[in-house]
T-cell receptor, first 115, second 110 residues
Framework: EPEVTQTPSHQVTQMGQEVILRCVPISNHLYFYWYRQILGQKVEFLVSFYNNEISEKSEIFDDQFSVERPDGSNFTLKIRSTKLEDSAMYFC?????????????FGPGTRLTVL | KQEVTQIPAALSVPEGENLVLNCSFTDSAIYNLQWFRQDPGKGLTSLLLIQSSQREQTSGRLNASLDKSSGRSTLYIAASQPGDSATYLCAVSGNTPLVFGKGTRLSVIA
């Protein structure tokens, strides 16, 4: 099973601050995803990323969010100006091939707390 | 819009019992269905993936079935153990990336 690590495991920030969440797949994969889970709620899709560009995004993924793969290995999610409602677990996922037909493997998550 | 529902929301069983978790989805045009396990405060561990052309998948004491036409899947856990205690999530992939249910919180009592 492909391994995915995420850093930090827990991030506490003040409202209005920028945060960058990082995802590092252990092996090389083509498809990357970010999901979030607000406490007690469903896991929700944010964005998918393929070949160094966004392939799909949800309504949640507004202008405050951005993703990039700056160095060919790390995959980052940036929230420019955090709001209280951004507090959630953020999960990175990877898929080795065409996503609709293959398993997605999730990282351990980053717990973001916005004060 | 795809909606995924899981019943029951919570389940408590004695150790050794066989159990079934249910998942239903509203749009049968899916590519695959994936079952995950989530421990409290942790990430998601993939348990089983069923392609839309398949009827079931098995892994150890786990068996997942898929009835695409009726929009249903079940996860069968045989001879449950306390270590099986976790939240089990069902997710479907179609024209959009994974859409998740809210999960079933399972407690296996020793």
């Amino acid at each position: 099973e492909p391994e995915v690590t995420q850093t930090p495991s827990h991030q506490v920030t003040q409202m209005g601050q920028e945060v960058i969440l990082r995802c590092v797949p252990i092996s090389n994969h083509l498809y990357f995803y970010w999901y979030r889970q607000i406490l007690g709620q469903k896991v929700e899709f944010l964005v998918s990323f393929y070949n160094n560009e966004i392939s799909e995004k949800s309504e949640i993924f507004d202008d405050q969010f951005s993703v990039e793969r700056p160095d060919g290995s790390n995959f980052t999610l940036k929230i420019r100006s955090t709001k209280l409602e951004d507090s959630a677990m953020y999960f990175c996922a990877i898929s080795p091939e065409l996503p609709s037909y293959n398993e997605q493997f999730f990282g351990p998550g980053t717990r973001l707390t916005v004060l | 819009k795809q909606e995924v529902t899981q019943i029951p929301a919570a389940l408590s069983v004695p150790e050794g019992e066989n159990l079934v978790l249910n998942c239903s989805f509203t749009d049968s045009a899916i590519y695959n269905l994936q079952w995950f396990r989530q421990d409290p405060g942790k990430g998601l561990t993939s348990l089983l993936l069923i392609q839309s052309s398949q009827r079931e998948q098995t892994s150890g004491r786990l068996n997942a079935s898929l009835d695409k036409s009726s929009g249903r899947s079940t996860l069968y856990i045989a001879a449950s153990q306390p270590g099986d205690s976790a939240t089990y999530l069902c997710a479907v992939s179609g024209n959009t990336p994974l859409v998740f249910g809210k999960g079933t919180r399972l407690s296996v009592i020793a």
